[in-house]
Structure formats: C-alpha cells, structure tokens
C-alpha cells in the first residue's frame, strides 16, 4: 500500500531537506521517515507538459505506480515521502524499461540516505 502526498507542508519538507538522485529518465527526491516507522511511504509525481499531452502523462503515472507498488511490497522502499519525476525521454519507455530505471533509482536512494 502506497499512500499519496497531499498536503503542501510535505512538499516544503521535500523541498528543503530531501535527498535528490537521479537513474535513466527518472528522479527522486526523498524524505525518509524515523527507523521502525510503521507508516507505508507517500508519493508524489512531478510529470510536466515535457513529457507529453495528458495521455502520456497519465500512462507513465499509472506505469510508475504499478512498478513502485511492486517495489513495496518487494521491500526496495523504506517509509517515507517520496517525489518522483520523469525527464521527456520516459514517455517512449517500455515498462520493463521503467522498472529497470526506478530499480536503479531506489537503489541509489538506498545509497543516498544511508548514514556513512
């Protein structure tokens, strides 16, 4: 189960103290919540008029959806807030080839967050 960001408040956290990477046509920027957090992450998507008309826009939504939710429940995404954006490129993606992108994409957040 994947909750979705609503409230301003959480972009200005994402904003301000988020981690940023980027793998393929994808980017992130992450707020991960305290250890032991029980809450299942929030995500949002940053999908600009770039990508395409509003057809485009929403089959890669509901494509990065469907492949973060895989993600979850294969335990690659600790809680936490989640923004998620695609450069122009992603809209002749296959599936496959987004899934391949977030799977580097996590595994570099993973990277990212993690204490030194």
């Known amino acids: 189960m994947i909750w979705r ?3 301003r408040s ?3 956290r994402l904003t301000v103290d988020g981690q940023r990477a980027r793998a393929g046509v994808l980017w ?3 707020l991960l ?3 032991n957090s029980s ?3 929030r995500v949002a998507f940053s999908l ?3 990508l395409g008309p509003a057809v485009v826009r929403n089959r890669v939504r509901r494509r990065l ?3 973060l939710a ?3 429940d294969a335990g690659l995404m600790p809680p936490g807030t989640y923004l998620v954006g695609a450069r122009p490129a992603a809209a002749t993606r296959s599936f496959n080839e987004l899934v391949f992108d977030l799977q580097q994409l996590l595994a570099q957040l993973r990277r990212v967050s993690s204490p030194a």
Do not use: L, S
Request: aromatic fraction near 8%; glycine fraction near 4%; charged fraction near 20%.
């Open 5 to 7: 960001i609503r409230e």
């Open 10 to 12: 959480a972009f200005t």
């Open 28 to 30: 992130c920027t992450v």
């Open 33 to 35: 919540d305290p250890p």
């Open 39 to 41: 809450t299942p992450p």
């Open 48 to 50: 600009g008029r770039a």
């Open 65 to 67: 959806r469907v492949a």
């Open 70 to 72: 895989a993600a979850f």
